[in-house]
């Protein structure tokens, strides 16, 4: 057992080496695998753990197995083997899938990830999967089979569970998600403080003097970076000694519905924007009812806004650290690459308040 980390079930371990030797290619689809008699001898385990082991990579779909021929690597039987056609001769490939590029934070997450890769050796890979779950699975399986060496995924909003994700961290294939992580599955994370940047700024509007702080933000559940900015939003609320109303927590999945949420609560004298897309909507919404900004209505922004439209308004924001998150994330990477063993770790990029008039 000494090719094997002690740090697991024995089945676990065997599961997670022979999947590497699969994804390394000293197994390559259709290769006929020891059997469970020679595997228990060189490991010097009992049968039932190699058993215990095959049987979780028939399940995943990695192996097959013919009675009285043996254990084969699977080829395109609903999980991707790495591909035959990948030439040994072309630059080992890292993936980035992100959900769009479409604004100056992802171009800057693409930027920086791209800055580190580039003196590696490795070539980088950019998907978008357009805020799909179903087309982030399928870039998953489509660059597994073009023999990709590791990922780096910004999940699609809304999404709290992804099986090939899953799959990969289970195999021990490197893999770093960005921005939010993935509850329940336990993989290797860079994301901004999300929690503490929206505790700052609503402890920065408590202590302008506002006392009726609302938040409004895009569909949060199952999108951890908003949920962890909602319970900094009421983390600061609470400490402040004021009352968490949720009436003033207004989950938009239609920005047509701002001007009444507006109109519905004109006791709020500050609100906090979640994010930029549904912040600008806010402003111009109250800018149509005639509501003063700032004046009558301060407006705190998580992320700088873009549109020209707005920059007559000075506003506070609380500003993430993009290029910072896509060099951690590749430099996290390549350390797994390293050594897929190492302990999945969690990186925070701290945000910064950025007051303004």
């Given amino acids: 057992m000494n090719d094997l980390k002690k740090n697991a079930p024995l089945y676990i371990q065997l599961r997670s080496y022979i999947w590497q030797q699969i994804q390394q290619q000293h197994w390559k689809n259709g290769d006929r695998l020891p059997t469970e008699k020679e595997l228990a001898e060189r490991f010097n385990v009992s049968r039932i753990t190699i058993r215990n082991a095959l049987q979780a990579l028939v399940e995943d779909g990695f192996i097959y197995r013919i009675q009285g021929k043996g254990t084969f690597v699977a080829a395109e039987r609903g999980r991707p083997a790495i591909a035959d056609a990948a030439s040994r001769d072309t630059p080992p490939c890292i993936a980035f899938l992100i959900p769009r590029l479409n604004n100056r934070i992802t171009a800057q997450l693409l930027s920086s990830v791209e800055d580190v890769l580039s003196g590696s050796g490795f070539q980088l890979i950019f998907c978008k999967t357009h805020d799909s779950q179903q087309i982030e699975k399928q870039k998953i399986r489509e660059l597994l089979r073009l023999g990709v060496k590791g990922f780096i995924i910004y999940p699609v909003e809304g999404e709290s569970y992804n099986e090939e994700i899953l799959q990969l961290t289970l195999s021990k294939f490197p893999v770093v998600v960005i921005d939010r992580y993935l509850r329940g599955i336990e993989t290797n994370c860079v994301c901004s403080d999300n929690f ?99 004046g009558q209505l301060a407006v705190v922004f998580y992320d700088e806004p873009e549109y020209p439209d707005l920059l007559k308004y000075p506003f506070t924001i609380i500003e993430q650290n993009q290029p910072e998150i896509g060099r951690n994330a590749a430099r996290l990477l390549l350390s797994i690459m390293e050594n897929p063993y190492q302990t999945r770790t969690k990186i925070t990029v701290p945000t910064k308040l950025v007051v303004r008039a």
């Fill in 196 to 294: 503490g940047g929206a505790y700052s700024a609503i402890e920065h509007l408590i202590r302008s003097g506002h006392r009726k702080i609302a938040m409004v933000t895009s569909p949060y559940e199952g999108t951890t970076s908003l949920e962890d900015r909602l319970s900094g939003y009421e983390r600061a609320l609470e400490d402040h000694r004021l009352p968490v109303d949720r009436s003033l927590i207004f989950d938009c999945t239609d920005f047509s519905a701002i001007p009444s949420f507006l109109q519905d609560h004109p006791e709020v004298t500050a609100i906090f924007a979640g994010n930029t897309d549904v912040g600008v909507e806010l402003v111009r919404s109250a800018e149509r009812l005639g509501i003063g900004i700032p």
